[in-house]
């Protein structure tokens, strides 16, 4: 296939060498709004680079990872040309667009992937199946993680949509995917705690929510934009047969304080990229897979729409002080 990645900033170097390595792909032609940031990248993988107009006018799958502003339009480019579409979240940045997107992708017939790549690893696969099977038994509560190591530059956060769309919208995604559950209300709050430059586009760096789940099961989620040792993403598990963890082992950016206890014995996860670097080549892997037509999308638009809709009533919880039923955002 000839597959077209456009974006080639921190993610989409990471997605070039995975698709430049794949049997499925027999050209990758990179595209950019910075062209020459294009060419260095595609020469680095052996690949070819090209404006986007000419990169999508002979591609057979488009991978989407450029900034989050331009989303919605790469997708609705794909669809016009009836392409195989693999899309970062989010589909687009603002909820209204969102519908409207997954309107035209499920009347399209289209084959579209959202990147939620935390379905794709292997701790929470497990976990996963864990539920699904029931050896975990009766599902009481969810623990979860979103720590970034550092914040992002200043210029990233106007465009970002807020902590809880930006970095949140993962926890959203992954608590459905794990319980196969949806959320049904979102009780949020949060604060500046250390980064005034958020407070300067009405954001926050830190945060905390509680899930009510439609299976009955509660899930809690902390969200923080700075967690010096480094990346922690985690999700805990608790049943009536069994406790589990994901995430958890001797690269996890904690340490114990109790005595002769050695936690962690080895150098923390330095960032999202490297943490799940294996999850982000496995979906790219599915989606290949998807573009040929041998499997449905594993990640749905409508799926994306469910995780954006849970953010946005994260975020009117914490606006407005008071739980928010997911089903007010319509």
């Given at each position: 296939?000839?597959?077209?990645?456009?974006?080639?900033?921190?993610?989409?170097?990471?997605?070039?060498?995975?698709l430049a390595a794949d049997p499925h792909t027999s050209e990758l032609v990179v595209a950019d709004a910075d062209a020459e940031r294009a060419r260095?990248?595609?020469?680095?993988?052996?690949?070819?680079?090209?404006?986007?107009d000419e990169a999508l006018g002979?591609?057979?799958?488009?991978?989407?990872?450029?900034a989050t502003d331009a989303h919605a339009q790469l997708v609705r480019r794909g669809l016009?040309?009836?392409?195989?579409?693999?899309?970062?979240?989010?589909?687009?940045?603002?909820?209204?667009?969102?519908l409207e997107l997954v309107s035209l992708v499920e009347d399209s017939g289209v084959p579209l992937q959202v990147g939620f790549q935390r379905r794709f690893d292997a701790g929470y696969a497990e976990a996963r199946r864990l539920v699904a099977s029931g050896e975990l038994g009766v599902l009481y509560c969810v623990r979860l993680a979103s720590h970034d190591p550092?914040?992002?530059?200043?210029?990233?956060?106007?465009?970002?949509g807020g902590l809880f769309r930006d970095l949140s919208i993962h926890d959203f995604d992954i608590i459905r995917w794990l319980t196969g559950a949806e959320v049904e209300e979102v009780y949020a709050d949060g604060a500046v705690r250390n980064f005034e430059v958020f407070a300067r586009y009405d954001d926050i760096d830190t945060a905390v929510a509680t899930l009510r789940m439609s299976d009955g099961s509660l899930a809690v989620l902390t969200a923080a934009r700075h967690d010096p040792p480094g990346c922690d993403v985690r999700a805990e598990l608790f049943g009536s047969r069994d406790s589990i963890s994901v995430g958890l082992g001797p690269r996890t950016p904690l340490r114990s304080v109790d005595p002769g206890v050695d936690?962690?014995?080895?150098?923390?996860?330095?960032?999202?990229?490297?943490?799940?670097?294996?999850a982000y080549r496995a979906e790219l892997s599915a989606f290949l897979?998807?573009?040929?037509?041998?499997?449905?999308?594993?990640c749905t638009a409508r799926d994306g729409l469910q995780a954006m809709r849970t953010?946005?009533?994260?975020?009117?919880?914490?606006?407005?002080?008071?739980?928010v039923k997911v089903a007010e955002v319509s």
């Amino acid at each position: 296939m000839k597959v077209c990645l456009i974006g080639a900033g921190r993610i989409g170097q990471l997605h070039a060498r995975t698709l430049a390595a794949d049997p499925h792909t027999s050209e990758l032609v990179v595209a950019d709004a910075d062209a020459e940031r294009a060419r260095v990248l595609a020469d680095k993988v052996g690949a070819r680079h090209a404006a986007v107009d000419e990169a999508l006018g002979t591609a057979d799958a488009l991978v989407i990872a450029a900034a989050t502003d331009a989303h919605a339009q790469l997708v609705r480019r794909g669809l016009e040309r009836r392409v195989p579409t693999f899309c970062e979240k989010p589909l687009a940045r603002e909820l209204d667009e969102t519908l409207e997107l997954v309107s035209l992708v499920e009347d399209s017939g289209v084959p579209l992937q959202v990147g939620f790549q935390r379905r794709f690893d292997a701790g929470y696969a497990e976990a996963r199946r864990l539920v699904a099977s029931g050896e975990l038994g009766v599902l009481y509560c969810v623990r979860l993680a979103s720590h970034d190591p550092e914040p992002p530059h200043e210029a990233y956060i106007p465009t970002s949509g807020g902590l809880f769309r930006d970095l949140s919208i993962h926890d959203f995604d992954i608590i459905r995917w794990l319980t196969g559950a949806e959320v049904e209300e979102v009780y949020a709050d949060g604060a500046v705690r250390n980064f005034e430059v958020f407070a300067r586009y009405d954001d926050i760096d830190t945060a905390v929510a509680t899930l009510r789940m439609s299976d009955g099961s509660l899930a809690v989620l902390t969200a923080a934009r700075h967690d010096p040792p480094g990346c922690d993403v985690r999700a805990e598990l608790f049943g009536s047969r069994d406790s589990i963890s994901v995430g958890l082992g001797p690269r996890t950016p904690l340490r114990s304080v109790d005595p002769g206890v050695d936690l962690p014995p080895g150098p923390a996860w330095t960032n999202f990229l490297v943490r799940f670097e294996d999850a982000y080549r496995a979906e790219l892997s599915a989606f290949l897979r998807v573009a040929q037509g041998e499997l449905p999308s594993p990640c749905t638009a409508r799926d994306g729409l469910q995780a954006m809709r849970t953010a946005v009533a994260a975020t009117r919880s914490f606006r407005d002080h008071r739980p928010v039923k997911v089903a007010e955002v319509s």
